[in-house]
């Protein structure tokens, strides 16, 4: 009657987590918390042996099939009656090949977040938007941007400017086409930024959670922010209050606003797949009630029903920001997938983070990243 868990932890997942006692109460069931960490941590947790042991795990779309020996399909143990209130798009999204492997915790998209007692307006183009910054930043009290300066976080801004621009990162035969005005644009982008000042030099050892904070405390004027902060925004202590507002990303030199994206998902192990408990689990975390928590905190529900009621419930404002969101959706940005795409994010961003603070040329950075990318795929095909 125990179910051990490994879960991603943070200010935008915490508070589902709170209602793990509840489903101890209802089902006599105890969860025992394996692990609990960021993403890069939980990462790293899940590829190791301990990880076998567990009977349910927070993953993402993007690093299921990295996993995939770890995880177990659900085909056989959900029913189409347990599937049907799911986004379609979203439980194909959480397939590899033709089967299921997780169940879509919400939707992990960007959109810009800015200060409305600093910006009047946001400008329609990327290039637009870095002449407002030149003109509103007040370092060190409050820059104009900020951005994860690393890991993930880094290299999905990246991806997301550099397919603004024209430029594929990851076109169908995986061969990146990024040594082109785009990739270049791309690139030249992040190292103004930094190079400019316009963002804190800090930011090359800030993860998700540290923007957050910054744009947050009022010490950044503009951010590109996940659902699940939105709450923390909202909340009665945060100096932001009633001071932001949010639009979709401006557009690239392409002429299109993209945004990289995917879904949070709960999985099971294949030893959990065992485990009638750690089923019920897997019901509970991912039911309307839970769904509806995530939701209240900003993140976008997976279910047409719970969608159906913030929608209904919203004032003018929330409505507005759900459009926003729902309008984002529809220029999402997804990466391949490929078991060694982790070690694509892992690899890169430390050669974007050389090109944006000047320790490799914009041209070598791009070179470079083309050829990690190559051997990476030729290992997934030699594996």
Not at 199 to 215: L, N, R, T
Not at 368 to 377: F, G, R
Request: a negative charge; aromatic letters at 10%; glycine letters at 6%.
């Amino acid at each position: 009657m125990t179910v051990r868990v490994a879960l991603i932890s943070g200010p935008m997942y915490d508070a589902l987590y709170a209602r793990l006692p509840e489903f101890t109460r209802l089902t006599g069931i105890a969860v025992e918390l394996a692990f609990q960490g960021d993403h890069p941590a939980l990462n790293e947790f899940l590829a190791t042996e301990a990880a076998a042991a567990c009977d349910l795990v927070s993953t993402h779309t993007k690093y299921a099939p990295s996993q995939q020996a770890l995880l177990a399909p659900l085909d056989e143990l959900l029913t189409p009656a347990d599937l049907a209130d799911f986004t379609p798009a979203l439980l194909k999204l959480a397939s590899i090949g033709e089967r299921l492997y997780s169940l879509p915790r919400n939707v992990d998209v960007r959109l810009l977040h800015y200060r409305t007692d600093l910006v009047t307006h946001t400008p329609a183009t990327w290039d637009e938007l870095l002449d407002l910054m030149r003109r509103i930043n007040r370092p060190p009290t409050c820059y104009a941007f900020v951005f994860p300066g690393m890991e993930s976080g880094l290299f999905g801004t990246f991806y997301e400017l550099v397919e603004m621009a024209g430029a594929e990162l990851f076109p169908p035969d995986l061969t990146p086409q990024i040594e082109n005005a785009g990739g270049r644009w791309a690139l030249q982008f992040l190292r103004t930024c930094y190079t400019e000042g316009l963002v804190s030099p800090e930011i090359v050892g800030w993860h998700y959670d540290k923007v957050h904070d910054a744009f947050r405390a009022g010490r950044a004027a503009l951010v590109g922010d996940w659902p699940g902060y939105y709450a923390d925004y909202c909340a009665a202590d945060s100096p932001v209050r009633n001071r932001f507002a949010l639009a979709r990303y401006p557009v690239g030199p392409s002429g299109k606003s993209l945004v990289y994206g995917g879904s949070h998902t709960f999985a099971l192990t294949r030893c959990g797949a065992e485990n009638a408990d750690a089923l019920a689990l897997l019901r509970f975390l991912t039911a309307p009630e839970q769904q509806l928590v995530e939701a209240r905190q900003g993140a976008v529900p997976v279910r047409a029903s719970v969608m159906q009621i913030v929608q209904q419930g919203a004032a003018p404002t929330e409505q507005q920001r759900w459009q926003t969101l729902a309008d984002a959706i529809t220029s999402v940005v997804i990466p391949p997938k490929f078991s060694r795409y982790p070690l694509v994010e892992e690899v890169l961003w430390k050669t974007v983070q050389a090109a944006m603070i000047g320790a490799l040329s914009i041209d070598d950075a791009l070179h470079k990243m083309t050829i990690q990318i190559a051997d990476i795929v030729a290992g997934e095909h030699a594996g």
